[in-house]
């Protein structure tokens, strides 16, 4: 059956006057309201008026306009049913073949900085879902579009048949749905939010599709990359890909987990990441120092590993990373030199990101079979705990530098962690182990003669006295750990012995 009747409302109107020009010069009679009403009569276009067609005024300041009968029986009615066919013909109704319509700008509107929870609320479409829905779910007799990309495609159907294929229309009824539940899901979590409802009996996230990857962990595996609909800054999906081959589905874990780390500090800061677990971070006075401290850390591990720097990379940093194969080099930016020199390299990754220095707010979404766990992210800092010494001993100055240090960094590791650290630098970490004086030998053996004088700092407390009886005789003078073990007592008791100095801060940072 030839597309005869179409019913246009669009907020976007990208490419809409080309396109309706040509659905009117195949015979189409066009239906509209608004702004979009009074642009295609702008060019010159014969539009029926919605209120023609239900008889009714636009009221309300346009909140109420298409919910009619003579609409959505236009919309809902199956034409192969000779019911609904007759009850059109009693109640004087027209069927309606293709609509055209997309929704009031919400998420553009919750993205302004100033918005209002008025301007929000006033930016929410009823309407508009309404009549997309209806459409879709009769989208054998309906064609329904709410993307302006799908333009060509359906034009060209028409054109060449005067109807568009079941199949065409099938897909197209999906997408909208697809959109219709992600409007419907921002919505959501905005009026959740304004409610202050930290745990709502249901949920619906929604994200938009970054890019399609070639495989997922594993070669074997099907993966996509998706982001949220809204901006997040520093985030790894607001990065711009400078130089390289494709990110892969593992290099936007690890390289997640690059600027995760590289974002708990302010100072000049570089982090170099393998298999989501950081090898090497280094402070200092500059990016370069920072950067020479990381790859001192384990010149083993950065070997093939991302990395992350909080500051533009200079020709004399982009000199040293040059040195070795790395798959992705992140940072604010690099400079026109040291850009000339890193990608030579043919199939580096450079990314250019605004690193925050703030950590992220956001919530952390893990899937379980069958679930999805839920929860605040890690974003505690030890400005914000109170601490307290336990030992006889108090940290010099030089110790608290190096004692923070370790424990920014710990958090990032997979638990069981332990992390030493000490002049700026890691200098031994010890990841994913099931026992914890276990992760300390591992960090303890990769400082070797560098952990004297060091600090460790350990992601949950110590569950007996072992561990810091190793981390003692590796020369490690001072630790950091949240304490709340019964056997508290023992710990503090051989750290006295050794002369080590210890601070529980209260705050266990597990990393599963």
Same mark, same amino acid.
């Given at each position: ?30 239906? &509209? ?77 919750? &993205? ?38 799908? !333009? ?62 070639? !495989? ?241 700092? &350990? ?54």
């Amino acid at each position: 059956m030839a597309i005869q009747r179409a019913l246009i409302s669009v907020s976007d109107k990208t490419n809409l006057v080309p396109f309706v020009k040509e659905l009117v010069s195949m015979g189409v009679q066009v239906i &509209s309201t608004g702004g979009t009403k009074s642009l295609l009569e702008k060019e010159g276009l014969q539009v029926l008026g919605v209120s023609e067609v239900t008889g009714f005024p636009e009221i309300m300041d346009g909140r109420v306009k298409t919910l009619h009968p003579s609409i959505h029986g236009g919309l809902l009615a199956v034409r192969s049913n000779t019911g609904h066919m007759s009850q059109l013909a009693e109640n004087s109704i027209e069927t309606i073949d293709l609509v055209v319509v997309n929704l009031y700008p919400f998420k553009e509107t919750i &993205s302004k900085n100033s918005v209002t929870d008025e301007e929000a609320i006033e930016n929410i479409d009823i309407g508009g879902p309404s009549m997309l829905r209806a459409a879709a779910k009769n989208y054998r007799d309906v064609t329904v579009v709410a993307d302006p990309e799908d !333009y060509p495609a359906v034009l060209q159907q028409i054109r060449e048949n005067g109807d568009v294929s079941e199949e065409m229309k099938l897909m197209l009824s999906a997408k909208v749905f697809r959109h219709t539940a992600a409007y419907d899901a921002l919505i959501a979590e905005y009026m959740t939010n304004l409610a202050k409802e930290e745990s709502p009996e249901s949920i619906t996230v929604t994200y938009e599709k970054q890019q399609s990857l070639r !495989y997922g962990e594993n070669p074997h595996q099907k993966a996509t990359f998706y982001r949220t609909p809204l901006k997040t800054s520093g985030s790894l999906v607001e990065a711009k890909q400078l130089h390289g081959k494709e990110l892969s589905y593992n290099n936007i874990r690890d390289a997640d987990a690059a600027v995760a780390i590289v974002s708990e500090f302010n100072e000049p800061a570089a982090v170099a990441v393998k298999h989501m677990n950081p090898c090497g971070v280094g402070t200092g006075e500059d990016i370069f120092t920072a950067y020479s401290l990381a790859y001192e850390a384990d010149p083993t591990s950065i070997f093939g590993g991302i990395v992350a720097l909080n500051r533009e990379v200079d020709y004399k940093t982009a000199e040293k990373l040059h040195e070795i194969f790395l798959e992705i080099i992140i940072a604010p930016g690099f400079t026109d030199e040291a850009m000339s020199l890193l990608s030579q390299k043919k199939n580096i990754r450079l990314l250019s990101l605004e690193i925050n220095g703030k950590g992220s707010s956001q919530k952390q979404l893990t899937s379980v079979q069958g679930g999805l766990l839920i929860q605040e992210e890690d974003s505690l800092t030890l400005e914000g705990i109170d601490v307290m010494v336990p030992t006889k001993r108090e940290p010099s100055e030089e110790e608290w530098k190096d004692l923070k240090l370790a424990w920014r960094v710990v958090k990032h590791v997979k638990s069981n962690a332990i992390v030493l650290a000490k002049n700026e630098m890691t200098i031994g970490i010890g990841a994913g182990q099931m026992n914890r004086v276990g992760a300390a030998k591992i960090a303890i053996e990769q400082a070797a003669e560098k952990g004297q004088g060091s600090a460790l700092a &350990s992601d949950a407390f110590f569950p007996m006295s072992d561990t810091v009886e190793a981390a003692a005789k590796a020369g490690v003078t001072a630790i950091i750990q949240p304490g709340g073990s019964i056997r508290d007592d023992e710990s503090i008791r051989m750290a006295d012995e050794y002369g080590i100095t210890m601070v529980f801060t209260g705050v266990r940072h597990f990393k599963h």
